[in-house]
């Protein structure tokens, strides 16, 4: 078994794994590390050392592929995709497709990877901060794939020229007005920045969601399938979702109405009135 280490890093392990494949080594003799943990049943063979013969001819689209799969954090991230890169430089193309064991775990995390994606963009709640020469804005996210870089130039277009800066427990991107910075490791100013940064307008953001919010429409599990519960801790009104959802399940759901609304007066209408709404 030949144990290798990419250190998560996409262009590494196309360089080993073309070495491999150009000595036709299978992918059941190789593992690579994931997450920085190596593989225990692994040993110690070194992999060849110069260029083998065998030359693949692999599509554009295929590394692609496997470019967008990489970012997938999970058992066998590596290794699954070598595998492909097997199958497919050896003719068999069906190992991307969803109706083929390998190309089904394939297809589920690039989906993965784009829900994850959608989540960044939708649950990333900037801070903004004084004016002065760091950012404008700060965000602190937790994904749980490592799409950070990637999914992050969205925001791009949207901020203008204003600094922003996204901090998450393994990296960070910060954007100086003009080009995007991505640091594999997240600098702890940056994390401690994010995650303390005290938004003036938290209230008043509060005081909306809490009237917006209708508990006679409530479906927890529909709301947790589009907001999972893992992000709540790191969204301001996360922390009101649980006691919106308890008054829901008490009595709101019947009423529709949160009771700053429902305890006020209403204006009666006369049969006069309303003829006249029905003959403006």
């Known amino acids: 078994m ?51 013969p065998f030359q693949a001819r692999i599509p554009r689209t295929l590394l692609d592929t496997l470019e967008r799969a990489a970012r997938y954090r999970g058992d066998q991230r590596w290794s699954l995709l070598y595998e492909v890169l097997w199958r497919v430089s050896h003719g068999d193309r069906s190992a991307v497709l969803a109706g083929d064991k390998l190309g089904s775990e394939l297809q589920r995390r690039i989906k ?7 989540h960044l963009h939708a649950f ?21 794939h490592d799409i950070l870089h990637s999914a992050s130039e969205h925001f791009i277009g949207r901020m203008g020229r204003r600094r922003w800066l996204i901090a998450t427990p393994r990296d960070g991107v910060y954007y100086d007005g003009e080009r995007l910075i991505h640091q594999r490791r997240c600098p702890i100013e940056w994390q401690q920045l994010a995650q303390n940064a005290d938004d003036p307008h938290s209230d008043m953001w509060l005081t909306y969601y809490s009237h917006i919010f209708n508990p006679a429409r409530l479906n ?16 301001p009104e996360g922390a009101l979702i649980p006691g919106l959802i308890i008054q829901a399940r008490t009595g709101k759901q019947q009423d529709g109405q949160a009771s700053g609304i429902k305890g006020r007066g209403g204006k009666r209408i006369t049969l006069g009135d309303a003829e006249r709404l029905q003959n403006p």
């Open 124 to 144: 990333v709640r900037f801070v903004a901060m004084p004016e002065g020469e760091g950012p404008h804005y700060v965000a602190w996210h937790e994904p749980a």
């Open 112 to 118: 993965q990877i784009q829900r994850e994606s959608h």
């Open 220 to 235: 927890p599990t529909v709301m947790q399938g589009h907001l999972p519960m893992r992000f709540w801790k790191n969204l």
């Open 2 to 52: 030949i144990h290798l280490d990419c250190d998560d890093l996409f262009d590494t392990w196309r360089q080993q794994a073309r070495w491999l494949l150009s000595h036709e080594v299978d992918p059941s003799l190789v593992s690579w590390a994931s997450e920085g943990v190596a593989d225990l049943f692994a040993s110690d063979d070194a992999p060849p050392e110069t260029q083998g």
